[in-house]
Structures are given as C-alpha cells and as structure tokens.
C-alpha cells in the first residue's frame, strides 16, 4: 500500500497574526504593574514584559478568530545591552485552555515545549521556534508558560510573535450590526 | 473605582464571639463587610464581589458576582465555627477568583483577622507572595490587638505597587467607621464614584468635594437619610447635602450663640450708640461668665442670647436677666462690680 506523503504546508500564506489577537481578553500573571504583557506586542524589544514576584510568567493569548498557528518568535529584552539572566529558557505552551494559573500547569501536559540556547534568545531579530502544526490548527487561545530563565531574579520578555494562518470562518468582530 | 473583582473573607471562628469591638468581632465584620460589598458594587458597574467564611473548613458562600442581594443575603446568617486558617481560606479565595466570570480588572482579596492568628510567619509569608504572582491584591482588615507583625508581613509579601493595606481597626471602634477612611476604600464608594463622573465639570467635581469634607462620618452611600440612591441623581444628591449643610450650620450657630460670647461684630465708625455699648461690654467679660454659669437652662440661655443679640446695649441684658428666675444674685454681683470700677 502505497504510503501518503504528508500534506506540505502552504507556507506561502503563512503570516504574523498577531494582528488577530484580542488584546482586551489578554492577561499575564505575574507581570510587573509597570512592565505589562501589552508591551509584547509593541515590536520594540526595549519594552518589556517583566516578571514580578520570582521569575515565572504566564501569558495568556487570545485570538479574535480561530487560528492555526505554525510558529512562535521571541525576542529578548534590549539585545544591544542584553542581560542574559533574566531572558525566559523553559518555555511550556498550552492550547485552548481558559484561565490558567501557574498551579494548573504541573497537572496538565503542554501541548509545546521549547528550550532556548543563551545565543538563540541574544539574537537580536528574535528567534522563531516553530510547533508541531496538526496540534495548533483550532487555536483560540494560547497560554504561554515560562517557567525557567538563565538564573535571574525576574525574567523579562522583550516581545512575541505568532505566525500562522487564520481558519476561514467568520470574525465576529467585524460583523456589522443591522 | 477601577474594575475589579473582590473577595471578603470574614472570620466566623469562635473567638469571634468576643464583644471587645461592638456589638460583637462577627457582627462588626458583617456590618463592616456590608458596606465594603455596597461601595465595591456601586463603584463600577462590571465589578462583582463573593463571600468566603473563614471558621473551621474556608467555604465559599456567594462566588463573585454583581448581585448585591445575595451578597448581602450570604453575609446575614452566619454562624461561629472552629478555628480559623488564615493561608488556607486565602489560598481557597484564590481559587475562587481564578474562575472569576469576568476576566477583566484587578483582583482583590480583603480578609477580617478577627481571631488569633496561629500560623508560622513563613506560611503566612508564602501565601502572600502567591497572591503576588497571581496579581492579587490583600487588604487585611485586623480585629485584633497587638496581632499587626504577622499580619504586616503578608500584606508585604503580597504588596506589588501599593495594591495590598493593612487596617487595624481601634478597639471598640465600629469596623465600618474605620473603613470610610481608610486606603481600602479610598476612592471608591457612591461618593468617590459621583467626583470621579463629574470631573469634566470642575465646578460640580469641587462642590461635591466641599459638601463630603463637611458631611464627613456616616457611609457616603446613606448619609443623606432618604431613600434614594445618590448614584441615579448625583445633582439631587448634591442639593440636599448642601440644604442639610446649611440647616446643620444654622443649629450650630444657634448653640454657639448660648455657649461663648458673641463674636465681636465689626461695626462702622458712624454707629456710636453700639460702639458704646461693644466697648462697655468689652470692658467686662466677667458679665458674660456670670451669665452663662447663672444659666442651667437651655431655653433660658437661648432667650438671654436673642435678647443680648437684638439690643446689644446692657439695659437689654438687663430686662432679658431680670425676666429670669434666680439671676438675682448675679445682677448684685454685676452692680457691686461696677459700683467697685
């Protein structure tokens, strides 16, 4: 029996949808008051997300519309002074889960799990870490664990971008009233 | 008042059966608890606020909501049980607050530490710095003497950006009285919400402002003893505070005017008969001691004022103390004194 090839992933229509996220449902746990997770999507890595009681993080994402997502890309805090310590290295990514605390996370298996190198996150265009795509293809939510950094006291996130694909459907927030 | 959603835990333990602070440490809480849910409640409109009791095992009575009747339904028939576990009810009310219904706004623990509390300062400390991570704010409301060091310490643990207070309340001071004043509700109420509305009209915000530093004491919510609330009709609100201030300054002066001397008018050159008089009367402020220790009534003392305020001169003086009973001595007295000058 002749074996099917995976399906190759269109890549051409692959995009940053980090448009797509719904900052109002967003929340971080965890974040200092001053650096919060809506400085992530500033695209400016000299603002950052810092933690503010040890150095876990957990950043909740939503989207508008249902997504695939093909890669995640972090980026570290202020690259051209960059302090190694506080850069995130344990990253656990969970998919469709509401509201998730930091106690939930030792009970439920992540969906992704990513290990940084110190010279990946120093990368000053980010380093894109790309997941296992047939788990990330109804995503409407994703929440972003970083449970270890390189030894700091706080961990501080300079930003974050989703790539991927919207599924075709209906965004319920550009449907106009009558 | 931002958005936020709060838990109240209240101490139910058995020690607080103890009526150092009145009626008894339950019952302040409650009273305390009541007016905490209303000005959270009535401070923004997507704020929710449960009820967690502390005594024996934690239980949530009320999980967050909007519903200010259940609150206050949950909140009135409370009972004392066991002891009371500081780190596990907050550590329950965290839980509670993770499945909040409304994700947005801050989030708030305010707990009433009625009874001793007989944790080690480590766990207190730990549970503090989970709040933290949580984004929980703690306010702590203590109902005990001398108990402020453990507690201290968990509202420092849990303090990110001044979100966490502790308030000791004076013994047998009301609890609820306490709070008005106090950081946790600093901001928030009905009346703190009414400034905050009217802040794009500066001459609203400030009289409103005025008229709460004047009526400053009872709940902003109820202090002007009708049955409305002041949120639907801020202007109302405002015009009945303000006649209310004006009646209460109209009996003060009245009450002034029979405890101390007038005083002294300021009077225009051309009126000589008055300025006479005023210089006379200034001459011997003994008169005016013999009057009023003269006075035991009230009613007596109001009309030797009318009359003292009407004439101004001493003949009037002395027909309103000659109308008196038992002034005579003291008019012998005021003759003798200015015979002797």
Redesign the interface.
């Known amino acids: 029996m002749e074996q099917q090839a995976a399906p190759a992933i269109d890549t051409s229509t692959l995009r940053d949808i980090t448009s797509l996220v719904a900052k109002?449902?967003c929340?971080c746990?965890?974040?200092?008051?001053?650096n919060t997770h809506e400085n992530l999507f500033q695209g400016d890595d000299r603002l950052a997300l810092v933690s503010?009681?040890?150095e876990?993080l957990m950043i909740h994402v939503v989207f508008n519309e249902t997504v695939k997502v093909h890669g995640l890309k972090f980026f570290g805090f202020n690259t051209t002074s960059f302090d190694v310590s506080t850069a995130p290295r344990l990253i656990k990514v969970f998919v469709n889960r509401d509201?998730m605390?930091?106690s939930d996370c030792e009970d439920v298996e992540p969906t992704e799990e990513f290990e940084l190198t110190e010279a990946e996150i120093s990368n000053p265009g980010g380093i894109e870490k790309q997941v296992r795509y047939v788990k990330f293809q109804r995503v409407s939510s994703l929440s972003i664990f970083v449970e270890e950094n390189f030894g700091g006291d706080i961990t501080a996130l300079g930003g974050l971008k989703i790539h991927g694909v919207p599924v075709q459907g209906t965004n319920m927030n550009e449907l106009k009233k009558c | 008042m931002p958005l936020e959603s709060v838990l109240l835990l209240v101490d139910t333990s058995e020690q607080t059966r103890n009526s150092d602070y009145p009626p008894t440490r339950l019952s302040s809480q409650v009273d305390a608890a009541n007016y905490l849910a209303q000005s959270i409640i009535n401070g923004n409109p997507e704020s929710t606020c449960g009820v967690l009791t502390m005594g024996g095992q934690p239980r949530l009575l009320t999980s967050c909501t909007d519903n200010l009747g259940k609150i206050l339904n949950s909140l009135s028939n409370l009972t004392y049980e066991g002891k009371s576990s500081l780190p596990q009810s907050i550590s329950v009310a965290l839980l509670a607050l993770?499945?909040r219904r409304n994700?947005?706004g801050r989030q708030r623990i305010i707990t009433f530490v009625a009874s001793d509390v007989e944790n080690t300062e480590k766990e207190i400390t730990k549970v503090g710095?989970l709040c933290?991570?949580?984004?929980v704010g703690i306010d702590v409301i203590s109902l005990v003497p001398n108990s402020e060091t453990s507690i201290q310490k968990l509202c420092d643990a849990a303090n990110?950006?001044e979100n966490s207070h502790l308030v000791t309340v004076p013994l047998g001071s009301l609890a609820s009285d306490v709070l008005i004043s106090s950081p946790i509700t600093e901001g928030s109420g009905p009346a703190g919400n009414m400034g905050q509305m009217g802040s794009d009209d500066p001459e609203l915000a400030a009289a409103m402002a005025a008229s709460m530093n004047a009526g400053a004491g009872p709940p902003a919510g109820n202090d002007s003893g009708f049955d409305f609330d002041p949120n639907m009709d801020p202007e109302l609100a405002m015009a009945l505070r303000v006649s209310m201030e004006e009646e209460r300054r109209r009996v003060e002066n009245n009450k002034d005017e029979t405890n101390e001397p007038e005083p002294m008018p300021t009077v225009k050159e051309d009126d000589d008969d008055l300025q006479k008089a005023l210089s006379m009367s200034e001459g011997d402020p003994s008169m005016y001691e013999q009057i009023t220790t003269g006075v035991t009534d009230e009613d007596e003392a109001m009309q030797l004022a009318l009359a003292m305020s009407m004439a101004g001169d001493e003949e009037a003086i002395k027909e309103a103390m000659e109308e008196m009973e038992g002034v005579e001595e003291e008019e012998v007295k005021k003759e003798m004194e200015e015979e002797g000058k």
């Open positions: 109002g449902d929340y746990l965890n974040e200092k008051d001053s503010d009681a040890d876990q509201s605390g930091f | 993770k499945h994700k947005n710095k933290k991570k949580n984004n990110s950006n």
